[in-house]
């Protein structure tokens, strides 16, 4: 599976952006496919995720900012990421996990800048 990110740029503190996450093949059948970040000097964390079913989780510091959703049809996964804070700057990466617990894709990384 390939995963291609997008969306990626600067915004203001506050500001809006949203990503988006296409994948070569169906998603329907994933397990679950999440967005992931890394800031400089820190390591990667989970940002949410959704399951084939809808399930959603979220990290403690974007819940109630952050929603993701999918498309099935569309093959591709959203990160809508509104209230942002200059803390949410960091490379997003796409992961598909295609079976629970193992066979895992990323995608190659969309840079998000908050400015403050």
């Known amino acids: 599976v390939q995963l291609q990110a997008s969306g990626g740029g600067l915004v203001q503190t506050g500001g809006s952006l949203r990503l988006s996450c296409v994948a070569s093949r169906s998603i329907f059948n994933i397990n679950s496919m999440g967005w992931y970040r890394q800031a400089p000097g820190k390591q990667r964390e989970l940002v949410a995720t959704i399951t084939s079913a809808g399930k959603t989780t979220y990290a403690d510091s974007v819940k109630g900012r952050f929603t993701i959703s999918k498309d099935n049809a569309k093959n591709t996964v959203y990160l809508q990421m509104n209230s942002t804070k200059p803390e949410d700057t960091a490379v997003y990466y796409c992961?598909?996990?295609?079976?629970?617990?193992?066979?895992?894709?990323w995608g190659q990384g969309t840079q998000v800048t908050v400015s403050s």
């Open positions: 992961n598909a996990e295609i079976f629970a617990g193992r066979l895992y894709y």
